[in-house]
């Protein structure tokens, strides 16, 4: 299977456990590594939060909270070590439409009820689904969000305080820089992107991002260069977040309005959170922890929507920067957390001094460690359909969202594999060995809802011998339309007053069709694989599958 780019890197390590309770795995160096990690994260975080607060149109420190809540509470019981979670803008812009119509305070108790959604998921163990999500979309989904954070940046390359990014699109229609000061950032952002190319050749003491904010913006504090700062986006100096009870009534009209955005919310949060999961787990190599996953990200959205934060799901950007940086273990998503809770408590006045270029580079370089590039090489080798299902993914999720792509592209992809199976089926006639003048067609292929009416094609009941022997020995009857579809080649055998017989069914085939008048030949090797449907005793039909 080809993998993502961007766990290129990690098939030659070999991992320790790093969810494991043995705490001899946090040495001195891991734990430096881990905090040093998490701060350049928090450090990402802080202008994308601020971002997606203005998409949602709600304060700064309402995505700030959230960001912080959602990131501790998943680093601590997430499913997978290693992830960063926080405000996304794919949630950011389903919100808009509430805050707009009804106020923030929905939005808290929305918050709520999609982290209730949420748990409910993890419970029932639904998180295991994800599995179904082909390679093809996959890849489609990593390249659409790289082009996604690539456009995001596009954003702070416009005048200070004339737009902001929604993490989805270029947002904001301001002016965009000229002149001295669009140099002045797009040399910052290449110095930034250089930094981290060239500084893991040097040392692995600090991790390569941190490395270049921290440079660069030594660089314009100590030159005193006029290039645009965090603080020009807002002020993220606050307080401790508060425990506040959505103010909305406690009735059904309340929860007419707030359950679809929450089901909605609840749907593409763990979307995002499980594929994301999926592909940290490329990089450490651990697989697991879906269910685990969705009860975490519930449970930090219940918080947070109790502490006055927007709610939030897994960032992909930020898990990149993490795992790249050397985060492993937990302490590196909590470390991310709380550094990002002292720069709202006590380090506003530094932080708003980080020249926004130091992160746009930062993120560019996320963008071109996370885009699959050999996905480009790869589409002449491929069959026509996993290419097209690549292309779809990524242009819906860079135009619509990234829900959205995943089901367009998982239903693309259940349909074309469908198609070709419908094709498969075939049969060989021959006369029998053991009945003299009875003509046997071996069928070869799955009968299914999609090769049913190839099925009906195989056979010629007005010219065939009055016994007829199908064997299915080379296929496989897998749902109720195949069960229907033999029901009805017995019918006109039947009618023709001829003698239609099957072999090698399975035992569920031989009690459904028995019940319905077939003759059925018993063989010591007929196949054991159970069917997807069940049969009514009391009205003679089949029904929907166990």
Same mark, same amino acid.
């Given at each position: 299977?080809?993998?993502?780019?961007?766990?290129?890197?990690?098939?030659?390590?070999?991992?320790?456990?790093?969810?494991?309770?043995?705490?001899?795995?946090?040495?001195?160096?891991?734990?430096?590594?881990?905090?040093?990690?998490?701060?350049?994260?928090?450090?990402?975080?802080?202008?994308? +939060?601020? %971002?997606?607060?203005? *998409? =949602?149109? /709600?304060?700064?420190?309402?995505?700030? #909270?959230?960001?912080?809540? &959602?990131? @501790?509470?998943?680093?601590?019981?997430?499913?997978?070590?290693?992830?960063?979670?926080?405000?996304?803008? +794919?949630? %950011?812009?389903?919100? *808009? =439409?509430? /805050?707009?119509?009804?106020?923030?305070? #929905?939005?808290?108790?929305? &918050?709520? @009820?999609?982290?209730?959604?949420?748990?409910?998921?993890?419970?029932?163990?639904?998180?295991?689904?994800?599995?179904?999500?082909?390679?093809? *979309?996959?890849?489609?989904?990593?390249?659409?969000?790289?082009?996604?954070?690539?456009?995001?940046? @596009?954003?702070?390359?416009?005048?200070?305080?004339?737009?902001?990014?929604?993490?989805?699109?270029?947002?904001?229609?301001?002016?965009?820089?000229?002149?001295?000061?669009?140099?002045?950032?797009?040399?910052?952002?290449?110095?930034?992107?250089?930094?981290?190319?060239?500084?893991?050749?040097?040392?692995?003491?600090?991790?390569?991002?941190?490395?270049?904010?921290?440079?660069?913006?030594?660089?314009?504090?100590?030159?005193?260069?006029?290039?645009?700062?965090?603080?020009?986006?807002?002020?993220?100096?606050?307080?401790?977040?508060?425990?506040?009870?959505?103010?909305?009534?406690?009735?059904?009209?309340?929860?007419?309005?707030?359950?679809?955005?929450?089901?909605?919310?609840?749907?593409?949060?763990?979307?995002?959170?499980?594929?994301?999961?999926?592909?940290?787990?490329?990089?450490?190599?651990?697989?697991?922890?879906?269910?685990?996953?969705?009860?975490?990200?519930?449970?930090?959205?219940?918080?947070?929507?109790?502490?006055?934060?927007?709610?939030?799901?897994?960032?992909?950007?930020?898990?990149?920067?993490?795992?790249?940086?050397?985060?492993?273990?937990?302490?590196?998503?909590?470390?991310?957390?709380?550094?990002?809770?002292?720069?709202?408590?006590?380090?506003?006045?530094?932080?708003?001094?980080?020249?926004?270029?130091?992160?746009?580079?930062?993120?560019?370089?996320?963008?071109?460690?996370?885009?699959?590039?050999?996905?480009?090489?790869?589409?002449?080798?491929?069959?026509?359909?996993?290419?097209?299902?690549?292309?779809?993914?990524?242009?819906?999720?860079?135009?619509?969202?990234?829900?959205?792509?995943?089901?367009?592209?998982?239903?693309?992809?259940?349909?074309?594999?469908?198609?070709?199976?419908?094709?498969?089926?075939?049969?060989?006639?021959?006369?029998?060995?053991?009945?003299?003048?009875?003509?046997?067609?071996?069928?070869?292929?799955?009968?299914?809802?999609?090769?049913?009416?190839?099925?009906?094609?195989?056979?010629?009941?007005?010219?065939?011998?009055?016994?007829?022997?199908?064997?299915?020995?080379?296929?496989?009857?897998?749902?109720?339309?195949?069960?229907?579809?033999?029901?009805?080649?017995?019918?006109?055998?039947?009618?023709?007053?001829?003698?239609?017989?099957?072999?090698?069914?399975?035992?569920?085939?031989?009690?459904?069709?028995?019940?319905?008048?077939?003759?059925?030949?018993?063989?010591?090797?007929?196949?054991?694989?159970?069917?997807?449907?069940?049969?009514?005793?009391?009205?003679?039909?089949?029904?929907?599958?166990?």
């Amino acid at each position: 299977m080809t993998k993502p780019t961007f766990a290129a890197f990690a098939e030659r390590l070999t991992l320790p456990d790093w969810n494991s309770p043995d705490l001899s795995i946090y040495t001195p160096s891991r734990i430096k590594t881990e905090v040093l990690s998490g701060l350049t994260v928090a450090l990402a975080l802080v202008p994308e +939060a601020v %971002a997606f607060a203005f *998409v =949602a149109g /709600v304060h700064p420190l309402v995505g700030l #909270y959230a960001a912080f809540m &959602v990131g @501790l509470i998943t680093a601590l019981i997430g499913g997978r070590p290693g992830m960063i979670s926080g405000a996304t803008g +794919a949630l %950011a812009v389903v919100m *808009v =439409a509430l /805050v707009a119509e009804h106020g923030v305070e #929905y939005l808290f108790a929305t &918050v709520v @009820l999609m982290g209730v959604l949420q748990i409910a998921a993890g419970i029932f163990r639904l998180g295991k689904f994800i599995r179904l999500v082909p390679h093809p *979309v996959m890849l489609g989904f990593v390249n659409g969000l790289a082009i996604v954070i690539f456009l995001a940046q @596009l954003s702070q390359f416009q005048v200070p305080g004339s737009g902001g990014g929604d993490g989805h699109a270029i947002a904001g229609s301001g002016e965009w820089m000229s002149g001295a000061p669009l140099y002045i950032m797009l040399a910052l952002t290449a110095l930034t992107m250089v930094i981290i190319w060239a500084t893991p050749k040097f040392t692995k003491a600090i991790p390569a991002p941190l490395a270049g904010i921290a440079l660069v913006a030594a660089l314009v504090i100590g030159l005193g260069l006029e290039a645009p700062r965090v603080g020009d986006l807002a002020s993220i100096k606050g307080g401790l977040p508060a425990f506040h009870l959505p103010v909305v009534p406690l009735n059904f009209e309340t929860l007419e309005i707030i359950f679809p955005y929450a089901l909605i919310l609840a749907a593409i949060g763990l979307i995002e959170s499980l594929l994301t999961l999926n592909l940290v787990g490329e990089i450490t190599h651990k697989r697991g922890g879906a269910s685990q996953e969705c009860v975490a990200q519930g449970a930090a959205n219940v918080a947070t929507g109790l502490f006055g934060g927007m709610g939030g799901c897994a960032m992909i950007g930020q898990s990149m920067i993490n795992v790249k940086s050397g985060g492993r273990t937990r302490l590196s998503g909590i470390a991310a957390a709380l550094f990002l809770l002292a720069f709202i408590l006590f380090g506003s006045s530094l932080i708003e001094q980080i020249p926004l270029a130091a992160l746009v580079g930062v993120m560019f370089m996320v963008v071109i460690g996370t885009f699959a590039w050999q996905s480009l090489r790869i589409m002449r080798r491929i069959p026509l359909t996993d290419a097209f299902v690549i292309i779809l993914v990524t242009a819906v999720t860079v135009m619509h969202d990234l829900a959205v792509a995943v089901v367009v592209g998982v239903i693309v992809s259940a349909l074309a594999y469908a198609w070709n199976n419908a094709k498969r089926i075939h049969a060989i006639t021959r006369d029998s060995h053991t009945e003299a003048g009875a003509k046997v067609y071996e069928i070869d292929g799955p009968l299914f809802f999609g090769s049913t009416e190839g099925f009906a094609e195989l056979f010629t009941p007005a010219e065939d011998p009055d016994v007829v022997i199908v064997d299915f020995l080379r296929s496989r009857v897998v749902d109720q339309s195949a069960l229907q579809a033999i029901e009805d080649l017995a019918g006109k055998y039947e009618a023709l007053g001829k003698t239609l017989r099957l072999r090698h069914l399975t035992r569920d085939c031989h009690k459904l069709l028995n019940r319905a008048g077939q003759l059925l030949v018993d063989s010591d090797d007929d196949p054991e694989y159970g069917l997807a449907v069940d049969y009514s005793v009391r009205t003679g039909t089949f029904g929907g599958g166990h």
